[in-house]
């Protein structure tokens, strides 16, 4: 009976071994590309932030105030009436500048329109428009689709299956047969005066292990991002139920026959709160309803804190479904735990290093099968005496 489970034992490894080789094989290049694309986007605020540093502060000269933000829109909207502007944010900091998320339509690769305009609160003076955020809105489309459309983000999305099968065999590949200190120091520890096939063995193997967690939730949580089959369970395990909220159809359509209030009026009541900043989504033409965040920290992308939705016409408190704020709720989460934005610069670090490792997986891998299946050993030449 031991021999019998031994054999089953045996033909299961070889089994997940030739599934983890193969499927490595065929999908590195992509998962390459996808986890390389992740490495350059982790930082970008910080990025945007470093480039945009004179701009981001302002000299606070006495006896100014701060204007109302519907001065300083009209204001940016006479000079720039092509931009279409998309959030408005605030700060608690009198020393920041205003900065408003703003689309350029006509703009072209890799500049893909999406960039910041910095604003002197106290002025209305332009300080600056970046389109830092451009590029990597360039970097997101090649980490979601390779510049490929619905094949391309066919293609990742069988990709990133495929990387998720490759973490959980590897898993199995790596785990010891035996528990003892010599498979324990191979297993945990990089034997760094090794040659250098051993080091790319053991590159693999150990830093992979380490990173396997959060590779695992980086994985899910991209499949839950542009896998609808995915994101239907992940939502309804938050929500209990299979039938999706939708946000635009709850939210008020604009009316004619009425005439909205200032957004400084509509913001007021927000603006006491203790938070650092505040954020508002800019309403289009065909909306009734404006958007407040109160936020602790903000990303180009996602946000801590709390969302409200207003009555543009009389500045009520919309009376959303439980559910949809749930869902929103677990869509920024979700981000924020593909984007490493969960808990700081220490979280963004930590997912640097962690797709850094991804990044190295197909190529470390790959030497290790060409070096079995190609590199013969080399046979000690005979001199004759």
């Known amino acids: 009976m031991a021999i019998q489970d031994k054999k ?3 033909t299961w490894r070889k089994i997940n071994n030739w599934l983890h080789l193969w499927l490595g094989l065929t999908s590195g290049i992509i998962v390459f590309v ?3 694309t992740g490495v350059a986007f982790v930082f970008h605020d910080e990025i945007n932030n470093f480039v945009n540093r004179e701009a981001r502060f302002v000299k606070v000269e006495d006896g100014l105030e701060k204007l109302p933000v519907d001065s300083i829109l009209e204001s940016v909207k006479q000079q720039y009436p092509k931009i279409m502007l998309m959030q408005y944010t605030s700060y608690k900091d009198s020393t920041k500048s205003i900065k408003i998320m703003c689309f350029d339509r006509s703009a072209t ?16 003076e332009v300080l600056k428009m970046d389109f830092t955020y451009g590029i990597f809105r360039f970097i997101a489309e090649i980490h979601a689709n390779l510049l490929l ?28 047969k035996k528990w003892n200190k010599t498979n324990i120091n191979k297993s945990f520890k990089v034997k760094w005066n090794a040659t250098w096939k051993r080091l790319n063995i053991d590159l693999h193997n150990v830093l992979g292990f380490y990173a396997l967690p ?3 939730i980086l994985t899910i949580t991209g499949l839950i991002l542009t896998y609808e089959p995915v994101k239907n369970v992940f939502f309804t395990a938050f929500s209990g139920t ?11 359509k604009a009316d004619s026959t009425k005439v909205a209030m200032p957004l400084a009026d509509l913001l007021a009541p927000y603006e006491k709160a203790a938070v650092p900043q505040i954020t508002i989504g800019i309403p289009s033409p065909k909306s009734g309803a404006l958007m407040i965040r109160t936020e602790n920290e903000t990303s180009m992308v996602t946000y801590r804190g709390d969302i409200t939705y207003v009555n543009i016409y009389s500045g009520e408190k919309l009376d959303l479904n439980p559910q ?7 869509e ?3 981000l924020s735990l593909h984007l490493g934005t969960w808990y700081g610069l220490p979280a963004k670090i930590l997912t640097f290093i962690v797709c850094l490792i991804c990044t190295s997986l197909p190529i470390t891998g790959f030497i290790i099968w060409y070096n079995r299946k190609f590199k013969k050993k080399r046979t000690p030449k005979i001199i004759n005496t």
């Open 8 to 10: 089953q034992k045996s």
């Open 34 to 36: 996808i986890c390389l």
């Open 109 to 124: 690769p890799p500049l893909l329109g999406l960039g910041n305009i910095y604003v002197n609160p106290y002025t209305a």
């Open 149 to 176: 459309g619905k094949v391309g983000a066919q293609i990742v999305r069988i990709s990133t299956i495929i990387f998720l099968i490759e973490l959980i065999s590897g898993l199995i590949w790596w785990w010891p």
């Open 214 to 216: 959060l590779g695992i």
């Open 242 to 252: 299979t039938e999706r909220a939708n946000l635009q159809k709850t939210l008020p």
């Open 324 to 330: 949809l704020l749930t869902e929103l709720k677990m």
């Open 332 to 334: 920024n989460m979700n």
